[in-house]
């Protein structure tokens, strides 16, 4: 069974800090990683996405990508108190378009 | 960016009863639309995928009869939960994909619809 593993957590991190959360996956087929951003009670929303190896850069985000390890991160940067929320690390299945999902990372921002 | 929406936006309703959850593409035509389901703390456990016109594909373990899935037109989506009981009780999130063949396909998600069966 293809697998997305996740720390679930909490991450605990002061506001101003880098905050880094990991991935692991178990299909080596796949080809497209997703982070998302999961509040309370409401729908995940995309931060970034990577296919490619190494790193994205967006703003305060960044992913890393490594496929021969098959592990993918996300790095915060200036991590704030609106950055806590549940991130899920979302890995597409190989040529089926399906998003696998792992169970997600509580982040805890402290002010 | 690409909105989906998904009405109702939460639901109660007493056992043995049918609920109908819409979701649609606001602003594309979305080829795919998959359904999702999200118990509490957990993660998001893919229920089906849905294509225009066709059957929905059902995940090992989702009972096709219960939740019918209609994907009547290339921006809207039903699920219908038949006969639901409280274990049915769950964030129902759908989401909705334009295949392109690209490296990736993105999918947008609809704000969810919480479901509680008394």
């Known amino acids: 069974q293809k697998e997305v593993e996740q720390n679930s957590g909490p991450l605990s991190v002061p506001e101003g800090a880098i905050a880094s959360l990991n991935c692991t996956y178990s299909?080596?087929?796949?080809?497209?990683f997703f982070w998302y951003r999961q509040y309370s009670g409401k729908s995940p929303e995309l931060i970034m996405f990577?296919?490619?190896?190494g790193d994205k850069e967006d703003g305060r985000f960044t992913a890393q990508l490594n496929k021969a390890s098959q592990y993918v991160s996300l790095l915060i940067r200036d991590s704030q108190p609106s950055d806590s929320a549940t991130y899920l690390c979302?890995?597409?299945?190989?040529?089926?378009?399906?998003?696998?999902f792992g169970s997600g990372t509580r982040l805890l921002v402290r002010p | 960016g690409a909105v989906v929406s998904q009405h109702p936006s939460w639901v109660i309703c007493k056992s043995g009863t049918s609920v109908k959850i819409e979701c649609r593409s606001l602003?594309?035509?979305?080829?795919?639309m998959f359904w999702y389901r999200q118990f509490p703390k957990q993660s998001l456990m893919l229920m089906a995928t849905?294509?225009?016109?066709?059957?929905?594909?059902?995940e090992q373990g989702v009972e096709k009869d219960k939740f019918l899935i209609n994907h009547a037109s290339l921006t809207l989506s039903t699920l219908t939960v038949t006969s639901a009981h409280p274990e049915d009780s769950s964030f129902y999130i759908c989401?909705?994909?334009?295949?392109?063949?690209?490296?990736?396909?993105?999918?947008?998600f609809g704000p969810g619809t919480r479901l509680t069966v008394l």
């Open positions: 989401s909705a994909s334009l295949i392109a063949g690209g490296p990736y396909n993105e999918q947008f």
């Open positions: 299909d080596r087929g796949s080809q497209s």
């Open positions: 990577i296919y490619s190896n």
């Open positions: 979302a890995v597409e299945e190989d040529s089926s378009y399906k998003l696998i």
């Open positions: 602003d594309f035509q979305a080829t795919t």
């Open positions: 849905s294509n225009e016109g066709s059957k929905a594909t059902y």
